[in-house]
């Protein structure tokens, strides 16, 4: 069986940056793709950027040139670094081991 945890969320100014890393834990025989997600309240859970073994990545709209994802497939983790962040990017953010892995999500709150 397969656990993800994630780390690196905090309070951060407009402007600052944050790194999120996911790491995955247990039966790990190959990863296939890791991603990030977000949700608030207000919206259903979105995608915030994911990638494949391969190195293929992708971003939802509102994040492409200020994030940026990648993978350690040795040590079995995804990073997410988070630059320019804004008030909007308020959320929290989980973790997915494609295809159904969920992590327990980290609160990033972007507020000065």
């Known amino acids: 069986q397969v656990q993800v945890a994630e780390s690196g969320g905090g309070l951060v100014q407009p402007g600052g940056s944050l790194r999120l890393t996911c790491t995955a834990s247990?039966?790990?025989?190959?990863?296939?793709?890791m991603g990030w997600y977000r949700q608030t309240p207000a919206k259903r859970r979105e995608l915030v950027a994911h990638i494949t073994s391969f190195g293929a990545t992708d971003y939802g709209d509102s994040v492409k040139g200020r994030f940026t994802i990648s993978m350690n497939s040795a040590k079995n983790t995804v990073d997410l670094q988070m630059n320019d962040l804004q008030p909007e990017d308020t959320a929290v953010y989980y973790c997915?081991?494609?295809?159904?892995?969920w992590g327990q999500g980290t609160q990033v709150t972007v507020s000065s």
């Open positions: 997915l081991y494609y295809p159904t892995i």
């Open positions: 247990g039966s790990i025989t190959s990863i296939n793709a």
